[in-house]
C-alpha cells in the first residue's frame, strides 16, 4: 500500500469511530417526557332565548275633553258701613299721690263735673260734662257722621276739683285721645237710640297736688 492508501484507510477508521461514540451517546440519553395537557372542555352551551314577543299595542285614549268653564262670579265689594251720627264716652279720675306722675290709675277716684271736649280738626265741636262716677257720654251734633270720626279727639279742659286739676298724658289726655268703635260679636258697631254709632276715650287722669 502505498502513502495515499493508508491515509485512506485511518480516515475511513477515524470516522468509523467517530459514529460509533454519536449512536453510543445517543442511545444513552433518557427520553424526553411531554407534558400532559389537560382534558379539552366541552364547547359551552348557549341558552336558547324565547322567541320575541310581539309589541304592546297601547289602547286609543278617547280624544281630551275641553277645560270647564266656569262661570263668571260678579265682582265682590266690602261692606258698607252705614252713615250714622257719632255718641262718645269715657271715664275721668284724679289718680293717687302714691301714683303721681306715673300712668297708674291704681286707688284713682272719680271726678264729678269734669269737663271733656270734642274736637275734630281742630275745631271745638261739642262739650259735657262726667256724672259723680266720672262717667261722661257726649253726643256730637249732626254735622259730625262716623264718616269723618278719624280727624277727631277728646280730651279733658277743665277739673272743678283745684287739688286735682292738671291733666295727665294718660292716655293722650292732654293732647286728646282718638276715638275707638265700639264693636260687638259680627264687627259690627253699637248703635244707640237708632242714630249714634258708639265710640270710647280714655280713660283720662288728673294730677293730684300732694303734700310734700
Not at 280738626?121 to 260734662?129: A, D, L
Request: glycine residues 6%; positive net charge; charged residues 15%.
Amino acid at each position: 500500500m502505498g502513502f495515499i492508501g493508508k491515509s485512506v484507510l485511518l480516515t475511513l477508521v477515524a470516522l468509523f469511530c467517530f459514529t460509533s461514540s454519536a449512536l453510543s451517546f445517543t442511545t444513552a440519553l433518557p427520553p424526553i417526557k411531554l407534558p400532559t395537557l389537560p382534558p379539552t372542555k366541552a364547547p359551552i352551551k348557549l341558552p336558547t332565548l324565547p322567541p320575541a314577543k310581539a309589541p304592546i299595542k297601547l289602547p286609543t285614549l278617547p280624544p281630551a275633553k275641553a277645560p270647564i268653564k266656569l262661570p263668571t262670579l260678579p265682582p265682590v265689594y266690602p261692606p258698607k258701613f252705614n252713615k250714622t251720627l257719632v255718641a262718645v264716652r269715657g271715664l275721668v279720675f284724679c289718680k293717687a299721690c302714691k301714683y303721681a306722675g306715673v300712668n297708674n290709675l291704681h286707688g284713682a277716684t272719680p271726678i264729678k263735673d269734669a269737663v271733656v271736649r270734642l274736637v275734630c280738626k281742630n275745631k271745638v265741636i261739642s262739650e259735657t260734662k262726667t256724672d259723680k262716677n266720672g262717667y261722661f257720654l257726649l253726643f256730637a251734633p249732626k254735622t259730625v257722621t262716623n264718616y269723618i270720626i278719624k280727624g277727631c279727639r277728646a280730651l279733658v279742659v277743665k277739673s272743678p276739683d283745684a287739688k286735682c286739676s292738671k291733666v295727665s298724658k294718660l292716655p293722650g289726655g292732654n293732647m286728646g285721645s282718638l276715638l275707638t268703635p265700639v264693636v260687638k260679636p259680627g264687627s259690627s258697631m253699637v248703635i244707640i237710640n237708632k242714630l249714634y254709632s258708639l265710640f270710647n276715650v280714655g280713660p283720662f287722669a288728673l294730677e293730684p297736688v300732694c303734700p310734700k
